[in-house]
T-cell receptor, first 117, second 115 residues
Framework: GAVVSQHPSRVICKSGTSVKIECRSL??????MFWYRQFPKQSLMLMAT?????????EQGVEKDKFLINHASLTLSTLTVTSAHPEDSSFYIC?????????????FGAGSRLTVL | GENVEQHPSTLSVQEGDSAVIKCTYS??????FPWYKQELGKGPQLIID?????GEKKDQRIAVTLNKTAKHFSLHITETQPEDSAVYFC??????????????FGGGTRLMVKP
């Protein structure tokens, strides 16, 4: 089945630095990928929709200058948390849709846990 | 927009018993309803899904039912095992074939299966 790889799985950084998280579709092409944020014991909150070759669409309340999304190819989307602060610490998850199978199901990455000191 | 409510938030069952998780949705145009299992520190894994043209779907110990009139759908796990312990999320969406349509998740249910 479809596989989505997310890297790194864990990252610890100092306040004020930027962190990049990669999301790759390993065996299919994904024109659209989604980025979610998940706080402990809570549901997934959609942050933005990443569109290959165009600008990402951000959900209300998500700062686009804070969370930079780049979808430069059909298999890779990146999320960069700029000037990270402790309140940005969270579990970030990406997902991609494998439209090629016709089932249009979403496959999720394993998530990236960001801790900002 | 779509709103998905999920109940219960926590569920504890004895190994071998059945577990039922229920969700309601608000958008009558939603037609795709997946269920995800999330283990600690991992991303959600699709375990079963149902589309609005069917009322029930079963895969071994897992089944999902859908009542479009009442706008609710349920996950049923029979003969539960300790490895079924995880957080389960329901979700709803209009046709995912349209890139603009996204999943709306329920709040999650923490299932604990006691051996």
């Amino acid at each position: 089945g479809a596989v989505v790889s997310q890297h790194p799985s864990r990252v610890i950084c100092k306040s004020g630095t930027s962190v990049k998280i990669e999301c790759r579709s390993l065996d299919f092409q994904a024109t659209t990928m989604f980025w979610y944020r998940q706080f402990p014991k809570q549901s997934l909150m959609l942050m933005a929709t990443s569109n290959e070759g165009s600008k990402a669409t951000y959900e209300q309340g998500v700062e686009k200058d804070k969370f930079l999304i780049n979808h430069a190819s059909l298999t890779l989307s990146t999320l960069t948390v700029t000037s990270a602060h402790p309140e940005d610490s969270s579990f970030y998850i990406c997902s991609a849709r494998d439209g090629g199978t016709g089932a249009n199901v979403l496959t999720f990455g394993a998530g990236s846990r960001l801790t900002v000191l | 927009g779509e709103n998905v409510e999920q109940h219960p938030s926590t569920l504890s069952v004895q190994e071998g018993d059945s577990a039922v998780i229920k969700c309601t949705y608000s958008d009558s145009a939603s037609n795709y309803f997946p269920w995800y299992k999330q283990e600690l520190g991992k991303g959600p894994q699709l375990i079963i899904d149902i589309r609005s043209n069917v009322g029930e779907k079963k895969d071994q110990r897992i089944a999902v039912t859908l009542n479009k009139t009442a706008k609710h759908f349920s996950l049923h796990i029979t003969e539960t095992q300790p490895e079924d312990s995880a957080v389960y999320f329901c979700a709803a969406s209009r046709d995912l074939g349209n890139a603009g349509n996204m999943l709306t998740f329920g709040g999650g249910t923490r299932l604990m299966v006691k051996p």
